[in-house]
Structure formats: structure tokens, C-alpha cells
């Protein structure tokens, strides 16, 4: 077991070095600082053990997509890591009817895509800073639509705004913090990290506070950069392929 947990951790340095390493060369090609550009581990169907080897390694940003495997993931990595503070994000896409414990374990959600999920978030980060089961409000990302797909989830563009000012008048309990789109499939990722960066101007422009843009993941993390990305989603170039959600 030592042995393989030794081999493990090998594996996640080598795929770090390499993955911190395209962001840096992503960074300098589009004259930015490589400190501009987060990395956001996404662990989903691998292992609390693996994400406790991913905070050893110093990835405290981690992903989940679903309520389901996150909730009994983050108490798990808690326990093997009690004196690191990771701050979980929630990246999927979120029925109203899982808020109240996504309002539990997550720092971060960055699949808001409407009003009605706003006020279902609002609702359960109140109760829960009530019941002691959390301490301040909850950032959250507006997730915007490039390709309009309905089952992927996201916000129109051109209703980014009214949904920007229904997080902003949850105020006490939601803070926003920008953008996240997913690329659409099949097509070039460029010119919609394109239209994402225009986007993302507008909304700046009405909300300063909102300078996240979460783009970018293993496949397509250098088009992202170049076009303004702030946080890169990397699950396969981390974690290799699909993993089990328990040892």
C-alpha cells in the first residue's frame, strides 16, 4: 500500500509539473503572468485520497460536478487532511434542489446559470450560516452558454446582465465573482473564448468585482489563456482517466 501510495503521488508531481508547466508557457505566450491563471483540480470520479495527494502537492482549489460524490468526498478528505484548508468549488451543473448541501461544503459555485438557482442558493447559504454550518457568503461564477445546448446548462449572453443583478441583490449571502463557460463540442475552442472575453468585459464593466473567468480545461487550457482566462478546470491531464469515487 506504501509502495503504490508512493508511485501515486510520482504520478500526480510528474502530471502537475507538466500541466503548471503549459500554463506558464500559455501565460508567456499571451504576455501574461503565469500568477494570473489558477489551477482548479477537478476531482471528480477519483478518490478523496487522490485529492488529499493533490493538496500534499500544494492544489488546495479542487472541483466537483456532482452533490452526490462531493458531500461525503470533502468530510473524507477533512479527515485524511484536518490541518489543510482546501477550498472546494462546485463546477456542474446544480438542480435547485441540491442547494441547501452544496451551501454546506462548497467555497465556490461556478455553474449559476439562473435567477430561480440564485434565490434556491441565497435561501440555503442563509440557513446554513444560521446553523452554523458555514461562515460567510457563497462566491459564485455565472455559467454562460456558447453554444446554447440545453442539457449543458449555462446563462444566454445576452441575459448575463439580469442574472448578474439577481446575484447582487443576494448580497448578504452571494458574491460575484465573474464568468465560467464550458467549449462547445467539436468546434474550435478560440473564437468562443473569444466571445467569452467580450462577455466578460460587459460584465465588468456594470460589476467590477467580477474579474473571475473560469475557462479553459485539458484539452483547450492555452486557447483559454490567450483569451483571458483566470482559472483553468483540469481534471485528465491531473488525474489521468476516469477514476473510482471510493479506494
Known amino acids: 500500500m506504501q509502495d503504490h501510495a508512493g508511485a501515486r503521488r510520482a504520478e500526480l508531481a510528474d502530471a502537475l509539473a507538466a500541466v503548471r508547466d503549459r500554463i506558464d508557457r500559455a501565460c508567456a505566450a499571451a504576455g501574461r503572468a503565469p500568477g494570473e491563471v489558477r489551477l482548479l483540480a ?9 485529492a488529499a495527494l493533490l493538496a500534499d502537492l500544494g492544489v488546495t482549489d479542487l472541483a466537483e460536478n456532482r452533490d452526490q460524490e462531493a458531500a461525503g468526498k470533502v468530510r ?21 434542489n441540491k442547494a441547501r448541501s452544496v451551501a454546506r461544503w462548497a467555497a465556490e ?15 440555503s447559504v442563509r440557513t446554513a450560516v444560521e446553523a452554523g454550518e458555514r461562515e460567510g457568503p457563497l462566491d459564485v461564477l455565472l455559467q454562460a452558454s456558447l453554444d446554447a ?28 465573482r ?4 464550458v467549449a462547445p463540442l467539436g468546434v474550435d475552442p478560440e473564437p468562443e473564448f473569444a466571445r467569452l472575453a ?42 489521468g482517466g476516469r477514476g473510482l469515487a471510493s479506494p
Do not use: N
Not at 446548462?153 to 449571502?173: I, M, N, Q, Y
Open 149 to 176: 445546448a440545453p442539457g449543458r446548462g449555462g446563462c444566454p449572453l445576452d441575459e448575463l446582465g439580469r442574472l448578474a443583478a439577481s446575484v447582487t441583490h443576494e448580497g448578504d449571502f452571494l458574491r460575484l
Open 42 to 50: 477537478v476531482t471528480k470520479t477519483f478518490p478523496a485520497y487522490d
Open 76 to 96: 473524507e478528505v477533512a479527515g485524511l487532511r484536518p490541518d489543510t484548508p482546501i477550498r472546494w468549488h462546485m463546477v456542474g451543473r446544480l438542480q435547485r
Open 109 to 123: 459555485v461556478q455553474s449559476v446559470d439562473s435567477p430561480r438557482l440564485v434565490a434556491a442558493l441565497a435561501r
Open 198 to 239: 467580450v462577455a466578460a468585459e460587459g460584465l465588468r464593466r456594470d460589476h467590477p468585482e467580477a474579474t473571475e473567468v473560469s475557462a479553459g480545461m485539458s484539452g483547450d487550457l492555452e486557447q483559454a489563456v490567450a483569451h483571458g482566462s483566470t482559472c483553468v478546470r483540469v481534471g485528465t491531464a491531473l488525474l
Open 178 to 181: 465573474g464568468l465560467m463557460a
